[in-house]
Nanobody, 125 residues
Framework: VQLQASGGGLVQSGGSLRLSCAVS????????VGWFRQAPGKEREFVAG????????VYADSVKGRFTISRDNAKNTVYLQMNSLKSEDTAVYYC???????????????????WGQGTLVTVSS
């Protein structure tokens, strides 16, 4: 399984960006996928995700109401729509996948078997 994240860039505070994660090598419908981010000097943290074979989306408290994760099984692609961006959202964003992801482990990096290369999001204030 390979993951290719894209869509990052520079945006002003309050603006929007949509990240994409193209999945190859396995049907997206059989995978759970999560977005994580890592800001300079900080640890990687969970942003949003959904468990294997569908189900409710889960979000970190810091992005609830602003970010939306979605999936297009036909395109084997996962999206992260980010609205009302803040300077503290500046980070490298990574998508990750697992064939055995369950709700209780969506936020855990160790639960994911496959990782993309990351895309940089910079929010200017």
């Amino acid at each position: 399984v390979q993951l290719q994240a894209s869509g990052g860039g520079l945006v002003q505070s309050g603006g929007s960006l949509r990240l994409s994660c193209a999945v190859s090598g396995r049907a997206l419908s059989s995978l759970g996928v999560g977005w994580f981010r890592q800001a300079p000097g900080k640890e990687r943290e969970f942003v949003a995700g959904f468990k294997s074979r569908g189900g409710s989306m889960v979000y970190a408290d810091s992005v609830k109401g602003r970010f939306t994760i979605s999936r297009d099984n036909a395109k084997n692609t996962v999206y992260l729509q980010m609205n009302s961006l803040k300077s503290e959202d500046t980070a490298v964003y990574y998508c990750a996948a697992s064939g055995t992801l369950i709700v209780s482990s969506i936020h855990m990096m160790s639960a994911y078997h496959y990782w993309g290369q990351g895309t940089l999001v910079t929010v200017s204030s």
